[in-house]
């Protein structure tokens, strides 16, 4: 079952750029390679650039084929697979998709009330010259390393009752 989300950019001129994202959006795994891969905008505008992605990785990567071109379980399989874990996959560049084009808005506002929804909702803007990535999960945008530290937070709670 996928966790969809977004991940939006606010540009210097206050527009911002917004893809989905079909796979693993919730905080722990895509929340974590924005914190520790996107914070750089002009590599963002390069992922946002190419449109709707299928999963997120490290990096944005270069044209590959979408699926895995070998047969299960091979070592071909295996080692592909391997390749391909930290590569971005987007709808478009690899699976030659059309109509996943990134949605654009004139700025935040107009991005709040016109975006996609989505479980998880990322975007990096500006804050005092700093690039900030905030999350929505259902009840207005957060801090994201704050949500993702909670998150941590919790989980070990959890784990220590039981």
């Known amino acids: 079952m996928a966790t969809r ?6 540009f210097a001129d ?12 919730y905080l ?3 929340g974590r390679i924005l914190l520790e891969n996107y ?10 650039d190419l449109g709707d992605l299928s999963s997120l990785g490290a ?11 070998h ?29 996943i084009e990134t949605n654009y808005f004139k700025n935040f506002a107009d991005y709040e009330k016109n975006h996609g ?20 999960q259902g009840n207005g945008y957060e801090p994201l390393m704050e949500a993702y530290i909670e998150e941590l937070r919790q989980q070990a709670e959890e784990e220590e009752t039981v």
């Not at 206050?14 to 959006?25: A, F, L, N, T």
């Not at 990096?59 to 895995?68: A, R, S, W």
């Not at 975007?123 to 999350?135: P, T």
Request: proline letters at 3%; charged letters at 30%.
């Open 39 to 48: 914070q750089d905008p002009f590599k963002l505008q390069k992922l946002i």
């Open 117 to 136: 929804y989505q479980e998880y909702e990322y975007i990096l803007r500006q804050v005092n010259g700093e690039a900030v990535w905030f999350v929505n």
């Open 28 to 30: 722990e795994h895509n």
């Open 71 to 99: 047969d299960y379980g091979t070592d071909a399989y295996n080692e592909w697979r391997d390749a391909m874990k930290d590569v971005c996959n987007f709808y478009g560049r690899d699976r030659g998709e059309e109509g």
């Open 59 to 69: 990096e944005v990567g270069e044209k590959h084929p979408f699926d895995n071109p």
């Open 14 to 25: 206050g527009s911002v750029g917004q893809v989905y994202c079909h796979w693993d959006g």
């Open 5 to 10: 989300s977004t991940i939006a950019l606010e």
